[in-house]
Protein backbone atom coordinates (compact mmCIF):
# COMPACT_ATOMS: atom_id res chain seq x y z
CA UNK A 1 0.00 0.00 0.00
CA UNK A 2 1.16 2.89 -0.83
CA UNK A 3 0.30 6.20 0.85
CA UNK A 4 1.35 10.25 1.07
CA UNK A 5 3.31 8.73 4.37
CA UNK A 6 5.60 6.16 2.20
CA UNK A 7 5.77 8.02 -0.43
CA UNK A 8 8.59 10.57 1.93
CA UNK A 9 9.40 7.57 3.55
CA UNK A 10 11.25 5.67 0.65
CA UNK A 11 12.24 8.60 -1.27
CA UNK A 12 9.57 8.86 -4.09
CA UNK A 13 9.13 12.17 -4.56
CA UNK A 14 10.69 13.87 -7.56
CA UNK A 15 8.56 17.28 -7.12
CA UNK A 16 6.42 18.78 -4.60
CA UNK A 17 4.87 22.49 -5.08
CA UNK A 18 2.62 24.70 -3.83
CA UNK A 19 -0.71 24.73 -5.67
CA UNK A 20 -3.84 26.21 -6.17
CA UNK A 21 -4.25 30.06 -5.40
CA UNK A 22 -0.59 30.21 -3.16
CA UNK A 23 1.03 28.91 -6.31
CA UNK A 24 -1.06 31.91 -8.26
CA UNK A 25 -0.64 33.73 -6.04
CA UNK A 26 -4.04 34.69 -5.05
CA UNK A 27 -4.66 33.68 -1.65
CA UNK A 28 -6.20 35.54 1.06
CA UNK A 29 -5.44 34.44 4.58
CA UNK A 30 -8.00 31.93 4.89
CA UNK A 31 -6.79 30.13 1.88
CA UNK A 32 -5.79 26.64 1.97
CA UNK A 33 -2.23 25.53 1.75
CA UNK A 34 -2.65 22.57 -1.22
CA UNK A 35 0.31 20.90 -2.50
CA UNK A 36 0.86 18.67 -5.55
CA UNK A 37 3.78 17.16 -7.07
CA UNK A 38 5.27 13.86 -8.98
CA UNK A 39 6.59 10.71 -7.56
CA UNK A 40 7.65 7.37 -8.85
CA UNK A 41 7.04 3.44 -8.35
CA UNK A 42 9.33 1.59 -7.31
CA UNK A 43 10.77 -0.62 -9.67
CA UNK A 44 8.88 -3.81 -8.34
CA UNK A 45 5.62 -1.85 -8.01
CA UNK A 46 5.99 -0.56 -11.44
CA UNK A 47 6.28 -3.80 -12.77
CA UNK A 48 3.84 -5.72 -10.45
CA UNK A 49 -0.15 -5.96 -11.46
CA UNK A 50 -1.26 -2.84 -9.57
CA UNK A 51 -0.45 0.16 -11.68
CA UNK A 52 -0.84 3.31 -8.93
CA UNK A 53 -1.53 6.53 -11.06
CA UNK A 54 -1.95 9.14 -8.21
CA UNK A 55 -1.69 9.11 -4.44
CA UNK A 56 -3.61 12.24 -2.22
CA UNK A 57 -4.91 12.92 0.69
CA UNK A 58 -8.45 12.92 2.00
CA UNK A 59 -9.71 16.45 0.79
CA UNK A 60 -7.67 16.06 -2.46
CA UNK A 61 -5.36 19.06 -0.74
CA UNK A 62 -2.30 16.85 -1.29
CA UNK A 63 -2.08 15.38 -4.66
CA UNK A 64 1.05 13.68 -6.33
CA UNK A 65 0.90 11.59 -9.90
CA UNK A 66 2.84 8.96 -10.40
CA UNK A 67 5.51 9.85 -13.58
CA UNK A 68 3.94 7.85 -16.41
CA UNK A 69 0.35 9.39 -15.84
CA UNK A 70 1.80 12.77 -15.21
CA UNK A 71 3.74 12.84 -18.18
CA UNK A 72 0.17 11.03 -19.80
CA UNK A 73 -1.54 14.74 -18.65
CA UNK A 74 1.44 16.75 -19.99
CA UNK A 75 1.27 14.90 -23.44
CA UNK A 76 -2.71 15.74 -23.81
CA UNK A 77 -1.55 19.62 -22.57
CA UNK A 78 -3.84 19.49 -19.48
CA UNK A 79 -3.68 22.41 -17.63
CA UNK A 80 -2.93 21.31 -14.05
CA UNK A 81 -0.28 19.21 -15.28
CA UNK A 82 1.53 22.39 -17.18
CA UNK A 83 0.97 24.61 -13.77
CA UNK A 84 2.71 22.26 -11.71
CA UNK A 85 5.78 21.42 -14.19
CA UNK A 86 5.98 25.41 -14.66
CA UNK A 87 5.58 26.16 -10.82
CA UNK A 88 7.44 29.25 -9.81
CA UNK A 89 10.76 28.34 -8.59
CA UNK A 90 10.15 30.40 -5.21
CA UNK A 91 7.00 27.62 -4.72
CA UNK A 92 8.99 24.56 -5.22
CA UNK A 93 9.56 22.81 -2.22
CA UNK A 94 11.53 19.90 -3.66
CA UNK A 95 12.53 19.02 -7.11
CA UNK A 96 14.50 16.14 -8.12
CA UNK A 97 17.07 17.30 -11.18
CA UNK A 98 15.67 14.20 -13.13
CA UNK A 99 12.58 15.93 -14.07
CA UNK A 100 15.07 18.20 -16.36
CA UNK A 101 14.95 15.62 -18.62
CA UNK A 102 11.45 16.97 -19.59
CA UNK A 103 11.30 19.38 -21.56
CA UNK A 104 8.92 22.18 -21.80
CA UNK A 105 9.87 22.54 -25.67
CA UNK A 106 8.41 18.95 -25.99
CA UNK A 107 5.15 19.65 -23.85
CA UNK A 108 3.91 23.06 -25.06
CA UNK A 109 1.92 23.17 -28.19
CA UNK A 110 -1.17 24.56 -29.77
CA UNK A 111 -3.21 22.43 -27.99
CA UNK A 112 -3.53 24.86 -25.16
CA UNK A 113 -6.05 26.73 -26.87
CA UNK A 114 -8.51 23.95 -26.43
CA UNK A 115 -7.54 22.63 -22.93
CA UNK A 116 -7.42 25.49 -21.38
CA UNK A 117 -10.63 26.94 -22.68
CA UNK A 118 -12.03 23.99 -22.42
CA UNK A 119 -11.89 24.88 -18.60
CA UNK A 120 -12.87 28.64 -19.09
CA UNK A 121 -16.42 27.27 -20.53
CA UNK A 122 -16.80 24.54 -17.42
CA UNK A 123 -15.90 27.56 -14.99
CA UNK A 124 -18.14 29.91 -16.51
CA UNK A 125 -20.94 27.37 -16.13
CA UNK A 126 -20.36 26.16 -13.04
CA UNK A 127 -20.61 30.14 -11.78
CA UNK A 128 -23.73 30.72 -13.47
CA UNK A 129 -25.01 27.36 -11.70
CA UNK A 130 -25.07 28.87 -8.87
CA UNK A 131 -27.52 31.74 -9.19
CA UNK A 132 -30.24 28.99 -9.62
CA UNK A 133 -29.25 26.74 -6.71
CA UNK A 134 -29.20 29.78 -4.44
CA UNK A 135 -32.60 31.97 -5.14
CA UNK A 136 -34.45 28.42 -6.02
CA UNK A 137 -33.93 26.52 -3.13
CA UNK A 138 -35.18 22.98 -2.55
CA UNK A 139 -37.60 22.42 0.38
CA UNK A 140 -36.67 19.31 2.71
CA UNK A 141 -39.00 17.16 1.92
CA UNK A 142 -39.16 15.63 -1.68
CA UNK A 143 -42.17 16.01 -3.58
CA UNK A 144 -44.10 12.45 -3.80
CA UNK A 145 -45.57 10.83 -6.97
CA UNK A 146 -48.73 12.09 -6.12
CA UNK A 147 -47.66 15.35 -6.69
CA UNK A 148 -47.48 14.74 -10.36
CA UNK A 149 -50.70 13.05 -10.88
CA UNK A 150 -53.63 15.09 -12.87
CA UNK A 151 -57.38 14.28 -13.69
CA UNK A 152 -58.34 15.01 -17.16
CA UNK A 153 -61.10 17.14 -17.24
CA UNK A 154 -63.40 18.62 -20.26
CA UNK A 155 -61.43 21.88 -19.87
CA UNK A 156 -57.72 20.37 -19.73
CA UNK A 157 -56.59 18.81 -15.84
CA UNK A 158 -56.64 19.67 -12.29
CA UNK A 159 -54.06 18.25 -9.39
CA UNK A 160 -55.11 14.63 -8.28
CA UNK A 161 -54.53 16.46 -4.84
CA UNK A 162 -57.02 19.12 -5.28
CA UNK A 163 -59.51 16.54 -6.99
CA UNK A 164 -59.25 14.03 -4.22
CA UNK A 165 -60.09 16.49 -1.71
CA UNK A 166 -62.74 17.94 -3.64
CA UNK A 167 -64.72 14.95 -3.77
CA UNK A 168 -64.09 13.76 -0.61
CA UNK A 169 -61.86 10.71 -1.68
CA UNK A 170 -59.04 8.73 -0.47
CA UNK A 171 -55.60 7.94 -3.10
CA UNK A 172 -56.32 4.65 -0.75
CA UNK A 173 -59.60 3.66 -1.86
CA UNK A 174 -58.54 4.16 -5.85
CA UNK A 175 -57.99 1.73 -8.38
CA UNK A 176 -55.56 2.19 -11.97
CA UNK A 177 -56.10 0.52 -15.26
CA UNK A 178 -53.73 1.01 -18.56
CA UNK A 179 -55.05 2.57 -21.14
CA UNK A 180 -53.66 0.60 -24.16
CA UNK A 181 -51.36 3.20 -26.34
CA UNK A 182 -51.32 6.16 -24.24
CA UNK A 183 -48.27 6.67 -22.25
CA UNK A 184 -48.61 7.65 -18.37
CA UNK A 185 -51.87 7.50 -18.81
CA UNK A 186 -54.94 5.90 -16.87
CA UNK A 187 -58.33 4.61 -16.20
CA UNK A 188 -59.28 5.78 -12.49
CA UNK A 189 -61.42 3.52 -10.61
CA UNK A 190 -62.89 4.19 -7.05
CA UNK A 191 -64.50 1.75 -4.65
CA UNK A 192 -64.99 2.81 -0.60
CA UNK A 193 -63.70 0.35 1.32
CA UNK A 194 -65.95 0.87 4.25
CA UNK A 195 -68.95 -0.68 2.29
CA UNK A 196 -69.13 -4.38 2.14
CA UNK A 197 -67.45 -5.26 -1.02
CA UNK A 198 -65.49 -8.66 -2.45
CA UNK A 199 -62.78 -6.87 -3.52
CA UNK A 200 -60.66 -3.90 -2.92
CA UNK A 201 -57.82 -1.52 -5.06
CA UNK A 202 -54.34 -1.09 -4.22
CA UNK A 203 -54.71 2.67 -4.49
CA UNK A 204 -52.81 4.38 -6.78
CA UNK A 205 -49.42 3.73 -4.65
CA UNK A 206 -48.64 0.89 -2.63
CA UNK A 207 -47.37 3.36 -0.39
CA UNK A 208 -46.56 7.38 0.20
CA UNK A 209 -42.71 6.65 -0.75
CA UNK A 210 -43.30 4.64 -3.98
CA UNK A 211 -41.68 6.17 -7.24
CA UNK A 212 -44.22 4.41 -9.34
CA UNK A 213 -48.12 4.33 -9.13
CA UNK A 214 -49.93 1.24 -8.48
CA UNK A 215 -52.22 -1.19 -11.09
CA UNK A 216 -55.34 -2.75 -9.80
CA UNK A 217 -57.37 -5.53 -10.71
CA UNK A 218 -60.48 -4.31 -11.97
CA UNK A 219 -63.38 -6.59 -11.58
CA UNK A 220 -65.99 -6.43 -14.63
CA UNK A 221 -68.82 -4.24 -15.12
CA UNK A 222 -66.43 -1.42 -12.87
CA UNK A 223 -67.26 1.98 -14.76
CA UNK A 224 -63.90 4.73 -14.72
CA UNK A 225 -64.68 8.04 -12.99
CA UNK A 226 -61.98 9.76 -14.53
CA UNK A 227 -58.68 9.33 -16.54
CA UNK A 228 -55.62 10.29 -14.82
CA UNK A 229 -52.05 11.62 -15.79
CA UNK A 230 -48.58 10.89 -14.59
CA UNK A 231 -46.10 13.17 -15.64
CA UNK A 232 -43.43 10.46 -15.61
CA UNK A 233 -40.38 12.73 -16.98
CA UNK A 234 -41.33 15.59 -14.61
CA UNK A 235 -41.41 13.46 -11.21
CA UNK A 236 -37.68 12.02 -12.48
CA UNK A 237 -36.52 15.59 -13.09
CA UNK A 238 -37.54 16.46 -9.39
CA UNK A 239 -35.78 13.47 -7.90
CA UNK A 240 -32.41 14.20 -9.58
CA UNK A 241 -32.64 18.18 -9.02
CA UNK A 242 -33.49 17.22 -5.45
CA UNK A 243 -30.71 15.12 -5.48
CA UNK A 244 -27.90 17.24 -7.08
CA UNK A 245 -29.06 20.04 -4.77
CA UNK A 246 -28.92 18.43 -1.35
CA UNK A 247 -25.71 16.72 -2.35
CA UNK A 248 -24.63 20.60 -3.17
CA UNK A 249 -25.12 21.73 0.32
CA UNK A 250 -23.70 18.77 2.14
CA UNK A 251 -20.54 19.54 -0.19
CA UNK A 252 -20.38 22.61 -0.62
CA UNK A 253 -17.81 25.02 0.34
CA UNK A 254 -19.36 27.93 2.92
CA UNK A 255 -17.10 30.13 3.02
CA UNK A 256 -17.01 30.58 -0.81
CA UNK A 257 -20.95 30.33 -0.56
CA UNK A 258 -21.19 32.79 1.83
CA UNK A 259 -18.77 35.29 0.27
CA UNK A 260 -21.42 34.32 -3.06
CA UNK A 261 -24.23 35.58 -0.76
CA UNK A 262 -22.54 38.58 0.27
CA UNK A 263 -21.38 40.02 -2.76
CA UNK A 264 -24.94 39.43 -4.49
CA UNK A 265 -24.03 39.09 -7.68
CA UNK A 266 -25.44 35.39 -7.99
CA UNK A 267 -21.78 33.66 -9.62
CA UNK A 268 -19.44 31.94 -7.81
CA UNK A 269 -16.80 34.66 -7.85
CA UNK A 270 -13.45 32.14 -7.39
CA UNK A 271 -14.91 30.16 -10.35
CA UNK A 272 -14.57 33.14 -12.34
CA UNK A 273 -11.62 34.73 -11.18
CA UNK A 274 -9.99 30.91 -12.64
CA UNK A 275 -11.52 31.85 -15.97
CA UNK A 276 -9.91 34.95 -17.31
CA UNK A 277 -6.31 33.64 -15.16
CA UNK A 278 -6.90 30.23 -17.36
CA UNK A 279 -7.73 32.72 -20.56
CA UNK A 280 -4.45 34.64 -19.92
CA UNK A 281 -2.34 31.71 -19.37
CA UNK A 282 -3.79 30.32 -22.88
CA UNK A 283 -2.79 33.49 -24.38
CA UNK A 284 0.71 33.77 -22.85
CA UNK A 285 1.52 30.32 -23.89
CA UNK A 286 0.30 30.66 -27.91
CA UNK A 287 1.96 33.82 -28.09
CA UNK A 288 5.42 33.70 -25.61
CA UNK A 289 6.03 29.94 -25.90
CA UNK A 290 5.85 30.37 -21.72
CA UNK A 291 3.66 29.13 -18.58
CA UNK A 292 3.50 31.86 -15.77
CA UNK A 293 1.50 30.62 -13.16
CA UNK A 294 2.54 33.02 -10.56
CA UNK A 295 0.07 35.36 -12.18
CA UNK A 296 1.16 38.96 -12.42
CA UNK A 297 -2.32 40.56 -11.92
CA UNK A 298 -3.44 39.45 -8.70
CA UNK A 299 -5.29 43.05 -7.84
CA UNK A 300 -7.20 42.43 -10.86
CA UNK A 301 -7.67 38.85 -10.26
CA UNK A 302 -9.01 39.31 -6.77
CA UNK A 303 -11.54 42.26 -7.62
CA UNK A 304 -13.11 39.63 -9.71
CA UNK A 305 -13.18 37.23 -7.15
CA UNK A 306 -14.79 39.63 -4.37
CA UNK A 307 -17.68 39.73 -6.91
CA UNK A 308 -16.96 43.52 -8.36
CA UNK A 309 -18.48 43.03 -11.49
CA UNK A 310 -21.22 41.72 -12.56
CA UNK A 311 -21.89 38.38 -14.46
CA UNK A 312 -22.61 40.16 -17.60
CA UNK A 313 -19.76 42.11 -17.60
CA UNK A 314 -17.01 39.21 -16.75
CA UNK A 315 -18.78 37.70 -19.82
CA UNK A 316 -18.38 40.61 -22.28
CA UNK A 317 -14.36 40.64 -20.72
CA UNK A 318 -14.42 36.71 -21.41
CA UNK A 319 -15.98 37.28 -24.70
CA UNK A 320 -12.82 39.93 -25.61
CA UNK A 321 -10.34 37.96 -24.38
CA UNK A 322 -11.38 34.28 -26.37
CA UNK A 323 -10.96 36.69 -29.06
CA UNK A 324 -7.29 37.41 -28.47
CA UNK A 325 -6.86 33.62 -27.65
CA UNK A 326 -8.28 32.99 -31.01
CA UNK A 327 -6.16 35.81 -32.76
CA UNK A 328 -3.14 34.17 -30.94
CA UNK A 329 -3.76 30.98 -31.51
CA UNK A 330 -3.85 32.07 -35.67
CA UNK A 331 -0.35 33.89 -35.08
CA UNK A 332 1.08 31.22 -32.98
CA UNK A 333 4.41 29.36 -34.21
CA UNK A 334 4.06 26.33 -31.15
CA UNK A 335 3.59 23.10 -32.90
CA UNK A 336 -0.18 22.00 -33.40
CA UNK A 337 0.51 18.88 -30.79
CA UNK A 338 3.36 18.37 -28.24
CA UNK A 339 6.01 15.97 -28.84
CA UNK A 340 4.62 12.75 -27.47
CA UNK A 341 7.82 10.76 -28.85
CA UNK A 342 10.53 12.91 -27.01
CA UNK A 343 8.18 12.49 -23.80
CA UNK A 344 8.20 8.89 -23.89
CA UNK A 345 11.91 9.01 -23.98
CA UNK A 346 12.41 11.20 -21.06
CA UNK A 347 9.66 8.87 -19.22
CA UNK A 348 12.03 5.88 -19.87
CA UNK A 349 15.02 7.55 -19.26
CA UNK A 350 13.85 8.62 -16.51
CA UNK A 351 12.82 5.51 -14.99
CA UNK A 352 16.36 3.88 -15.87
CA UNK A 353 18.55 6.66 -13.96
CA UNK A 354 16.03 6.74 -11.18
CA UNK A 355 16.42 2.55 -10.82
CA UNK A 356 19.98 2.99 -10.60
CA UNK A 357 20.33 6.09 -8.22
Request: charged share 30%.
Given at each position: MINLETL?????????ALAGSKA???????????????????????????????????????????IKRFIELLSKNNPSAIEIFHTAKEDIIYKNPILDLIKSEDILSKLCRDTFAGYVLTQIKKAKGLKKKIFNPMPKERKKVLDFCYILTDNGSISLQKWLKTNDYKQENCGLSSVNHIKNTYLL?????????????????????????????????????????????????????????????EKRNDTRYENTLEHGKNYDAKNMMH???????????????????????????LKIRSGFFTYEELIEKADHKIELLEKAYQNSTLPEFPNVENLEKALIEIRSKFSHE
Amino acid sequence: MINLETLKKENLILLEALAGSKAYGTDLPTSDTDIKGIFILPKEKFYGLEYIPQVSDEKNDVVFYEIKRFIELLSKNNPSAIEIFHTAKEDIIYKNPILDLIKSEDILSKLCRDTFAGYVLTQIKKAKGLKKKIFNPMPKERKKVLDFCYILTDNGSISLQKWLKTNDYKQENCGLSSVNHIKNTYLLFYHNQNEQNDFYYKGILKNIDSNEVSLSSIPKGENPIAYLYFNKEGYAAHCKEYKQYWEWVEKRNDTRYENTLEHGKNYDAKNMMHTFRLLDMAIEILEKKEVIVKRPNREELLKIRSGFFTYEELIEKADHKIELLEKAYQNSTLPEFPNVENLEKALIEIRSKFSHE
